[in-house]
């Protein structure tokens, strides 16, 4: 009898291991068309995303103990249509804002962990270039930054620190951050091509018809006539990784074994599935 709450703690971890999205909506999916992919560099400050995937750094606590921690995400990266963002530390993600077609000058968005259990509660408020985060029930809103505009430039600033600093050059972003001025930037090399800069050397993005090549990391296609999205490894993309179809009303992101994420449009906001739990509610205010 000793051994029967280890067991069920096993069986449990093992069910919850297997679970995955419902076959039966994906196989009942009346699948839409998606907007054509594109490749174009953008800005992404407020980290209002949804993992499609997240890179993960280890870290020693000590001899024995190894910390797995989520790769930062980076201000800067590619928008690549249809509310997909990859940003320079590998990071896929859905830009909420998009998905809810938040206006860019000022948006009040919502959102709520773990709805069922109201888990807890983040408010996100944007105005006059300002980023307010409001964590509920505290009431006091926390300030992040604030956008100051130059010419050819974007500051992000905090108080009166600078965070980062964003250059544009005609289709051409830099970065910058601390006083040593950390420098990446994405150079337009041709129609459809950039080139990643940073200390450690280049990577180079390019689309070609309905093919994203970003970097040797990854491949994104268009297709079945624009029905589907394929996430790939490896630029030459032998090894699927995810599907991206969408409905009237839902996205499904999901792998071989039908796991994955489920997104459902509301009136005005998102519920986000990962398989059978709902993991978060966003409302547009």
């Not at 600078?162 to 972003?173: F, N, R, V």
Request: charged share 30%; with cysteine; proline share 4%.
């Amino acid at each position: 009898m000793k051994r029967l709450p280890f067991l069920l703690l096993v069986l449990a971890l093992f069910t919850s291991s297997c679970t995955t999205l419902n076959v039966s909506d994906l196989q009942n999916l009346e699948r839409a068309s998606f907007e054509p992919l594109q490749l174009r560099p953008e800005v992404e400050p407020n980290n209002l995303r949804i993992d499609v995937i997240r890179q993960t750094e280890e870290f020693m606590e000590n001899d024995t103990t190894v910390e797995t921690l989520n790769t930062p995400y980076h201000p800067l990266g590619f928008y690549l249509g249809n509310g997909l963002f990859y940003d320079l530390n590998e990071n896929l993600s859905l830009r909420v804002d998009d998905l809810l077609n938040a206006p860019s000058d000022g948006f009040d968005i919502v959102q709520i962990n773990r709805p069922e259990k109201n888990k807890r509660v983040v408010e996100y408020s944007f105005a006059a270039d300002t980023l307010w985060v409001k964590y509920r029930p505290n009431r006091r809103p926390v300030y992040q930054y604030h956008q100051v505009s130059s010419p050819g430039r974007v500051s992000f600033v905090r108080n009166k620190r600078m965070l980062y600093a964003i250059d544009e050059t005609g289709s051409s972003l830099a970065y910058y951050r601390g006083k040593r001025r950390w420098r990446d930037s994405i150079a337009q090399t041709g129609e459809n091509s950039f080139c990643f800069k940073t200390r450690w050397g280049k990577r180079y993005f390019e689309q070609s018809g309905d093919k994203l090549a970003l970097g040797r990391e990854f491949q994104v296609v268009l297709a079945n006539d624009g029905k589907a999205i394929y996430i790939k490894r490896g630029k030459k993309g032998r090894r699927l990784l995810y599907t991206i179809e969408r409905g009237p009303d839902r996205i499904f992101i999901y792998d071989r074994r039908n796991r994955g994420k489920m997104i459902v449009f509301e009136e005005n906001g998102i519920l986000v599935y990962r398989n059978s739990d709902q993991l978060a509610k966003y409302e547009l205010k």
